[in-house]
C-alpha cells in the first residue's frame, strides 16, 4: 500500500456461500507457495477508487492445503472475512482464497477502507488558522503603515501676523517653503509700495529679518535644492521602533508556522501518499522466537510416527537421517521397546538470511536429563532444510554433542547468523576424509580433528576389534567407509561467536566371513534390519556415523555420541 500514517482494512465477501480464507505472509513464503498458480494480483492502490491488478494464469490451486501452512502470520476464514493493515509496520502480502481448495472466487468482492481519522477536524483548524493568519497580517501592515517617516505638509502661510509665518529660520527664506513670485504677501500684511522685486515693501517677520537689497535676486531665483523644510513649529520625525518590526516578523512567523500546521501541510497522522520498498518481503529461515514452536512441533510429529511404526516419516525427515529412524523403529520392534522423541529444556535455532526457496537452519536444542542414557547433560543439534513453502522442513541430520560444549551463536538485529567462512567448508571436507579414514583402521591423522579417539567414533572401533578377536570366530572382517555424498554439509555451516560449526556424516559397510562349518548368529540389532532370508557365510552391514565438526579458535574437534546400524543382508 503506497500510503503511511493510517491503517487501511481489506474486506472480502462471498455472496454464493462460499468459505473464504484470507492470510498474511512474507513475500517470500507467499511467492513460493503461489508460484504456478493462477491468480489476480493486486499491486496498487490509488484511494479512492483505483487499483493497479493483473491476472497471472496457471494451475488451479496449490499443491498444499493453504490452511495448513505454518508460515502465515495472521489467518481467519468466513464467508466475510477482513484485514486490518497498518500502513507505517513492515510489508505483507495478503492472500484470499477459498478455504476450500476445491471451490473457486467465484462471487467475491474486495474493497479497501483506509482511516482517515481527525482531517475534516484539521481542516477547520487550518481554515481558522488561514483566517488568524490574514487578520494579523493586516492589522500588522496597516500599523506600520500608519507609523511609516514622511516629510512634513508644505506650510502656504497663517491668518496670524503676530508672529513669525511658519517659524521660519531668521536668515531668510520662503516661510514652509512656499513660492517667492507673487503679487501679494502670502502672511496677510497691509498693502505697501513694492521695492521691485516682486514683494510687499512690508515685512512682518520683525526687525532680526534680513530683507531683501533692491538690485539683488530674491529668494525665487535660490537653486530648489538648497530649499530646506520650515520644520521649527513641528515635532521632529519618529524613528522606526525596530522592536515592534522584530516583534511584528515573530508573530508572524509565528501565526504563519501555527497555520501551516493546523492546515495539515505539517506531520500529521493521516493518511499521505508514500514511497514505501515494497521489493523485499524478505525473513529468515526462522524467524526469532519460532525455534521453540518447530522444536515442538517436530517432536510432537515425531513420537506420533514412532508410535506409528513409521508412518508419514518422510514429512518430517528426509536423508540421510530417516535411514537412521527407519532402522531403529526395525530394531526396537525386534527388541519389543518403545522409542519416543527427547524433550527440550532450551531451544536456539540459527540460519542465514535468505530470500527465497530452498531454505536451510540449524536448530539446538537441550535435551532433559530422562531423554538420554547416562549423566552427562546433551544437546541434540538437527541440520533442517525446507524446499519450498508448500512443502514442510525436514530434518535432514541430528546428532548430540555435550551441553558444555554448544557455541554461542551470533546473531544480527533480523535473527539471520553468518554462514560459516569458506575455509571452514574446506575443512568440512577434509574431516569427513579423517573420520572415514579412522573408522577403517582406527589411526588418526596428524593435523585432523580432535575427538576421533571418543564417543561415537570408539564405540565403532571397539565393535569391529570385537568382530576380529579370535574369539568370535569370524575368519575376516572388511571395512569400507567413505563421506556420504547425497548431501552438501559443507554448503552449510554457521558462524559462531569463536568459530564456526557444522555437520557430516559417514557411511560404512562391513563385510564379515565366517568359517562355513560355523553357525552364522547376527545378533537382534543386525537380525532385525536384514534384507533378505538367504543363507550363507557372508553377511555385509551398513552403518551410519553422524558427527558435529566444531571451530573453536585454532582448535578443530569431531564429536560423536553414538553411531547407527542401516542394514544387513547374508551372501
Keep these: ?115 482517515v481519522k481527525g482531517v475534516f477536524a484539521l481542516s477547520l483548524l487550518g481554515i481558522a488558522g488561514a483566517i488568524i493568519l490574514a487578520g494579523f497580517s493586516v492589522f500588522f501592515f496597516m500599523r506600520w503603515w500608519a507609523s511609516r517617516i514622511r516629510p512634513p505638509k508644505k506650510d502656504t502661510g497663517s491668518s496670524d501676523n503676530s508672529g513669525p509665518a511658519g517659524g521660519g529660520p531668521a536668515g531668510g527664506g520662503p516661510a514652509g517653503g512656499g513660492p517667492a513670485g507673487g503679487g501679494s504677501d502670502s502672511d496677510g500684511g497691509e498693502d505697501g509700495p513694492s521695492d521691485g522685486s516682486g514683494r510687499s515693501g512690508r515685512d512682518d517677520r520683525g526687525p532680526a529679518a534680513d530683507r531683501p537689497v533692491k538690485g539683488e535676486p530674491g529668494l525665487a531665483t535660490q537653486p530648489i535644492s538648497t530649499v530646506q523644510p520650515d520644520t521649527a513649529g513641528q515635532a521632529p520625525p519618529r524613528r522606526r521602533d525596530l522592536r515592534n518590526r522584530r516583534s511584528f516578523r515573530a508573530v508572524t512567523a509565528s501565526v504563519l508556522g501555527t497555520g501551516l500546521v493546523l492546515s495539515g501541510c505539517a506531520d500529521l497522522p493521516i493518511a499521505k501518499p508514500s514511497s514505501p520498498d515494497v521489493t523485499p518481503y524478505e525473513r529468515t529461515a526462522v524467524r526469532p522466537g519460532e525455534a521453540g514452536k518447530f522444536m515442538t512441533n517436530y517432536t510432537e510429529s515425531l513420537d506420533k510416527t514412532l508410535g506409528d511404526k513409521g508412518t508419514d516419516l518422510d514429512k518430517i525427515q528426509a536423508a540421510p537421517l530417516i535411514d537412521h529412524t527407519r532402522a531403529q523403529i526395525q530394531i526396537a520392534d525386534k527388541a519389543k521397546q518403545k522409542l519416543r522423541a527427547p524433550n527440550f529444556t532450551e531451544v536456539v535455532a540459527g540460519s542465514p538470511n535468505f530470500t527465497e526457496y530452498p531454505m536451510w537452519f540449524y536448530a539446538f536444542g537441550t535435551a532433559d536429563k530422562s531423554s538420554t542414557d547416562g549423566d552427562e547433560q546433551l544437546t541434540q543439534v538437527m541440520l533442517v532444510t525446507r524446499e519450498s513453502a508448500s512443502t514442510d522442513p525436514l530434518v535432514r541430520s541430528a546428532s548430540y554433542i555435550p551441553a558444555d560444549q554448544m557455541p554461542t551463536l551470533m546473531a544480527d538485529d533480523s535473527g539471520a547468523v553468518e554462514e560459516g567462512p569458506e575455509d571452514f567448508a574446506d575443512e568440512m571436507t577434509t574431516a569427513s576424509d579423517d573420520v572415514s579414514s579412522f573408522l577403517v583402521d582406527g589411526k588418526a591423522k596428524s593435523g585432523g580433528p580432535d575427538g576421533l579417539k571418543e564417543g561415537g567414533f570408539k564405540g565403532f572401533r571397539d565393535y569391529v576389534g570385537d568382530l576380529r578377536d579370535k574369539d568370535s570366530g569370524f575368519d575376516k572382517v572388511d571395512i569400507d567407509c567413505k563421506p556420504y555424498e547425497d548431501l552438501k554439509f559443507e554448503d552449510m555451516s554457521l558462524s559462531t561467536e569463536h568459530g564456526a560449526i557444522g555437520m557430516g556424516e559417514v557411511r560404512c559397510t562391513l563385510t564379515i566371513k565366517a568359517p562355513s562349518d560355523y553357525a552364522l548368529d547376527l545378533g537382534d540389532t543386525v537380525e532385525a534390519v536384514k534384507t533378505n532370508d538367504k543363507e550363507g557365510d557372508t553377511i555385509t552391514v551398513d552403518t551410519a556415523h553422524p558427527y558435529v565438526l566444531m571451530r573453536t579458535g585454532d582448535e578443530l574437534t569431531a564429536v560423536a555420541t553414538d553411531w547407527n546400524v542401516l542394514s544387513s543382508k547374508v551372501e
Excluded: C
Design 1 to 115: 500500500m503506497p500510503y503511511s500514517g493510517s491503517s487501511v482494512t481489506v474486506t472480502a465477501k462471498n455472496s454464493k456461500g462460499t468459505e473464504l480464507f484470507v492470510g498474511t505472509a512474507s513475500g517470500v513464503d507467499a511467492d513460493s507457495y503461489l508460484d504456478g498458480v493462477a491468480q489476480e494480483q493486486i499491486s496498487d492502490v490509488s484511494f479512492p477508487n483505483s487499483a493497479s491488478h493483473r491476472f497471472t494464469p496457471g494451475d488451479d490451486k496449490p499443491e498444499a492445503d493453504i490452511a495448513d501452512r505454518d508460515w502465515w502470520i495472521s489467518t481467519d476464514t468466513g464467508q466475510t472475512v477482513a484485514k486490518t493493515f497498518d500502513l507505517d509496520a513492515q510489508p505483507q502480502v495478503l492472500v484470499i482464497a477459498p478455504a476450500n481448495s476445491d471451490d473457486s472466487l467465484e462471487g467475491t468482492t474486495v474493497s479497501l477502507q483506509m482511516r
